[in-house]
Antibody, heavy 118, light 110 residues
Framework: EVQLVESGGGLVQPGRSLRLSCAAS????????MHWVRQAPGKGLEWVSG????????GYADSVKGRFTISRDNAKNSLYLQMNSLRAEDTALYYC???????????WGQGTLVTVSS | DIQMTQSPSSLSASVGDRVTITCQAS??????LNWYQQKPGKAPKLLIY???NLETGVPSRFSGSGSGTDFTFTISSLQPEDIATYYC????????????FGQGTKLEIK
């Protein structure tokens, strides 16, 4: 059974940093790119970042480019998101998502909540 | 960047009704269009991939169609458990890809 378990969220002041983690199991992790998708309270879904299976190709939404860094450790079946210079508008539930092999996301974690507030 | 316009933003329908949601892309995205269902407090669930393919285990009352810039998601006979918010999502063909979600459609029972 595929499982994605996010952790690392919490309350942080504007301008500070936070590192999210996603522990994956139930599939061959290094066969897939992986992604982060976020959802602000009461709002829609926003793709944040994605990383290819070998970390050779990485993409970011314009809203986080230059502040967030995605990475992965295939030996640990883990995905990470380093978030720097956090802003109030980064407040959201952050989901780890596995791509389906095509253009979709077929498995999602339960999310980890990041609140940026003074 | 490709923009997605999803409509309507909310919809009220009766059990048994046929429900249709549309999504329009700002440029040709071939069939790189997927549909998700999200219930309150839950992660999104993939329903339709590549515009018209039903994900395994998803009831056949859900369907999708379209290609290029115009896409449609249909529930043929609305059930009470279908109350949720529905999102379209497109993929811009650059590895690892840029993804954009529609604004969402909140579906309620009349």
């Amino acid at each position: 059974e595929v499982q994605l378990v996010e952790s690392g969220g919490g309350l942080v002041q504007p301008g500070r940093s936070l590192r999210l983690s996603c522990a994956a199991s139930g599939f061959t992790f290094d066969d897939y790119a992986m992604h982060w998708v976020r959802q602000a309270p009461g709002k829609g879904l926003e793709w944040v970042s994605g990383i290819s299976w070998n970390s050779g190709s990485i993409g970011y939404a314009d809203s986080v480019k230059g502040r967030f860094t995605i990475s992965r450790d295939n030996a640990k079946n883990s995905l990470y998101l380093q978030m720097n210079s956090l802003r109030a508008e980064d407040t959201a539930l952050y989901y780890c998502a596995k791509p389906c092999g095509g253009s979709c996301f077929d498995y999602w974690g339960q999310g980890t909540l990041v609140t940026v507030s003074s | 960047d490709i923009q997605m316009t999803q409509s309507p933003s909310s919809l009220s329908a009766s059990v048994g009704d046929r429900v249709t949601i549309t999504c329009q892309a700002s440029q040709d995205i071939s069939n790189y269009l997927n549909w998700y269902q999200q219930k309150p407090g839950k992660a999104p669930k993939l329903l339709i991939y590549d515009a018209s393919n039903l994900e395994t285990g998803v009831p056949s009352r859900f369907s999708g169609s379209g290609s290029g810039t115009d896409f449609t998601f249909t529930i043929s006979s609305l059930q009470p458990e279908d109350i949720a918010t529905y999102y379209c999502q497109q993929y811009d063909n650059l590895p690892p890809g840029m993804y954009t979600f529609g604004q969402g459609t909140k579906l309620e029972i009349k």
